[in-house]
């Protein structure tokens, strides 16, 4: 069997979730992350939810998305939560960050109604910011991990043919 294909028979996570790192993991990470906007932590999302490992990079992003979705408007130009309850970061950050915990945990660490009386908000406006912040994250990591696996086969197959 060659090396592409034993690398591609093993759990491709394992591989990244090391904490060192081939050279073609690393020209792969590299590659992929060119393709994507510096705003985005795919390897450090990656790796926290392959491996556990923390990264205060992810955790800023989780709020900042949260955030950027509090202040967003909806196609009528409305606010798409009450301009009083999106200026309010306190429970902002922590609805980007129970949806970053529910991503890498597979569960809410907390219930909603726990949330929403904790930062006196309605539920459904912690709700609204928590829950597609979940989903975009979720979808995020997917994408990443498909492609980043994807461009890591297509490294040792180049390898392995000397170019």
Not at 30 to 35: A, G, I, Q, S, T
């Amino acid at each position: 069997m060659n090396v592409v294909a034993k690398e591609a028979s093993s759990n491709l996570d394992d591989v990244f979730a090391s904490p060192a790192l081939s050279d073609a993991a690393l020209t792969a990470i590299r590659l992929l992350d060119e393709r994507y906007h510096v705003s985005f932590p795919g390897f450090d999302l990656y790796r926290l939810i392959a491996a556990g490992a923390p990264s205060p990079r992810v955790t800023g992003w989780a709020m900042m998305t949260a955030r950027v979705l509090a202040k967003s408007e909806k196609k009528n130009g409305h606010p798409y939560i009450g301009r009083e309850a999106g200026q309010r970061t306190d429970w902002v950050d922590r609805a980007g960050l129970d949806a970053l915990a529910s991503v890498v945990e597979q569960r809410w660490p907390v219930s909603l109604d726990a949330r929403a009386k904790e930062f006196g908000v309605h539920r459904d406006t912690y709700k609204a910011i928590r829950d597609p912040v979940a989903s975009g994250m979720h979808i995020g990591f997917r994408m990443y991990q498909t492609q980043l696996h994807a461009e890591y086969i297509k490294v040792l197959w180049e390898m392995s043919r000397g170019s």
